[in-house]
């Protein structure tokens, strides 16, 4: 044995005949253990920033408040059809024969509208067949004029053999989605109007079957989910009333609380209409809601309570685009919008009236609607961002893994280095989160992050750096190895409360978190 081992092992000895004794170490280490960068793309989407020509940020943002479809529109009616035939008595049927043969014209009642034509972008087709014959029947439906691919719709299928005194039946759900339907009537020159066709014959492999006049047919034909693709014709002069109602807004979602003051608005109230009718709207009331401070604001301006008259859509003839909506546009620069905005709203409410062809017919059945192009209200913003920040908060969840316990931490010392590169002062707080992402701890930064030195037109000269620390106490240092994920609180205020200062794509804080930690190793 070399003495390199044997000098070693002879060193241990004593150790190892003596139990009572437990050899430790203190080591010290510095660890990072977290990087955070915050940059106004933690507050915004990338597709919401805006960049000025002097190369700062504004949020550009459209907002679609309310949809009005054609399903509001035109009160498309389930039910196509619906008969009970009783069967004459007294004759056979033999296998194959034909012994029920049905044509009508069924007349929809559709809200006051005319429709001539539609294509269906989805949707189903249910027909229910029931029948008492003791014999398997094969049932053939047919709307000749409801094609797809020049094939007219058509299902076939077989009702079983119902059991004695009972009855047989089935349903068929038939895909109609890609069908254009006629709907003019047989010569053409009517409306709501589906030609239809059903028949019965007795299934080749049955018996033959003398009916009896207690023997029944029945069937149920309507629409089920159905959704339009086109339509044409004369939609009716209705008035509809919508609201109070409510919708969600997402644009300050990263804003957990804080105020801000903006410098200036730009904001227009756009209602496009995509229907080939004519509109008329009128906005009761918009009001901006912040649900987490239960605060309302409603819309101050000319265009409330006033009706709009909106012209009809336009047929492109282009399948891509088919239609030119019709827009009418308010601005809303002079009314109260900083106060609607400043409230920071997470939901819409509003009040809306629509009345369809005021001036009644005037397109002679032409009136029409392609799918996805509905009556709609957007605001149209541009802020620029120029603001004044009170609290205003900013938050990122970053990966956090301590390692391993590698023995007894005697003492702890946490040190945030920050790099401020907005024209703020900033408080910083972490929060420790399991893996289930819930809050078991937090730490707070007792001193503010300075903010940067600015210049004459307030805007950064150069970060500065911050070195913030906090010792730990052992309760905290044992959730430390326990935490898999923290969320970086940030709460910014304006430096130079007095003035708006602009913010530019370049401005970041970049956060540094380092672990000064004692551990008492034990053998």
């Known amino acids: 044995m070399s003495k390199k081992i044997l000098i070693p092992l002879l060193f241990c000895l004593p150790m190892l005949s003596c139990r009572k004794m437990e050899p430790s170490w203190e080591v010290d280490v510095n660890a990072p253990l977290l990087k955070s960068s915050l940059g106004i793309n933690n507050i915004l989407p990338d597709s919401m920033i805006g960049i000025n020509n002097d190369n700062s940020l504004s949020l550009v943002y459209k907002y679609s408040f309310y949809d009005f479809s054609f399903d509001s529109l035109v009160d498309f009616p389930d039910t196509i059809s619906q008969k009970d035939f009783p069967l004459p008595g007294g004759f056979p049927v033999n296998p194959g024969q034909t012994f029920f043969n049905f044509s009508e014209n069924s007349h929809l009642s559709i809200s006051g509208a005319q429709v001539t034509k539609v294509d269906f972008h989805s949707g189903f087709l249910a027909l229910e067949v029931f029948s008492s014959i003791p014999e398997p029947v094969i049932v053939t439906y047919t709307i000749p004029n409801a094609t797809n691919l020049g094939l007219p719709l058509q299902i076939t299928e077989t009702v079983p053999a119902a059991p004695p005194g009972t009855t047989a039946s089935f349903v068929k759900l038939f895909d109609i ?153 308010y601005n809303l620069d002079n009314s109260n919008i ?46 620029p961002l120029s603001l004044i920040a009170s609290n205003l908060t900013l938050t990122d969840t970053v990966d956090f893994d301590l390692g391993e316990n590698m023995g007894t931490i005697k ?21 420790l989160l399991n893996e289930n992402m819930q809050v078991t701890d937090s730490l ?14 307030y805007m950064v000269i150069h970060p500065v750096r911050s070195v913030i620390q906090i010792p730990l106490p052992g309760e905290k240092i044992s959730r430390l190895y326990q935490t898999k994920k923290m969320r970086v609180v940030a709460r910014f205020n304006t430096n130079g409360a007095s003035h708006h200062v602009k913010i530019y794509d370049q401005y970041r804080l970049d956060l540094k978190l380092t672990g000064d930690f004692s551990y008492q190793i034990q053998l």
């Open 177 to 329: 989605s890609g069908y254009s339907m006629d709907m003019s009537g047989p010569a053409g020159i009517s409306a709501n109007i589906i030609t239809s066709n059903i028949k019965a014959m007795m299934h080749p492999s049955a018996h033959t079957y003398y009916l009896d006049s207690l023997d029944k047919f029945a069937f149920n034909v309507r629409f089920k989910d159905i959704s339009i693709q086109y339509a044409k014709g004369y939609f009716g002069s209705h008035d509809f009333a919508f609201g109070p109602d409510t919708t969600g807004l997402n644009i300050f979602d990263k804003i957990s609380s804080g105020t801000f003051d903006f410098e200036n608005i730009k904001l227009h109230l756009n209602v496009e209409n995509g229907f080939g009718a004519d509109l008329q709207v009128a906005f009761d009331d918009i009001t901006a809601i912040n649900s987490k401070t239960s605060h309302a604001v409603s819309l101050n301006a000319g265009i409330i309570g006033q009706s709009i008259n909106i012209s009809r859509a336009v047929e492109t003839g282009n399948p891509e685009h088919p239609v030119n909506p019709s827009v009418y546009s």
């Open 338 to 383: 900083l106060d609607l905005i400043e409230n920071i709203p997470d939901m819409i409410s509003y009040r809306i009236k629509v009345a369809t062809n005021p001036m009644g017919n005037i397109s002679s059945g032409n009136d029409f609607v392609y799918y996805n192009n509905p009556l709609k209200a957007i605001l149209d913003m541009e802020i």
């Open 411 to 431: 003492s702890a010392t946490l040190s945030l280095y920050a790099d401020n590169g907005f024209p703020f002062s900033a408080q910083v707080q972490l929060f």
């Open 444 to 457: 707070l930064f007792p001193d503010m992050i300075a903010a940067p030195p600015l210049n004459s037109n």
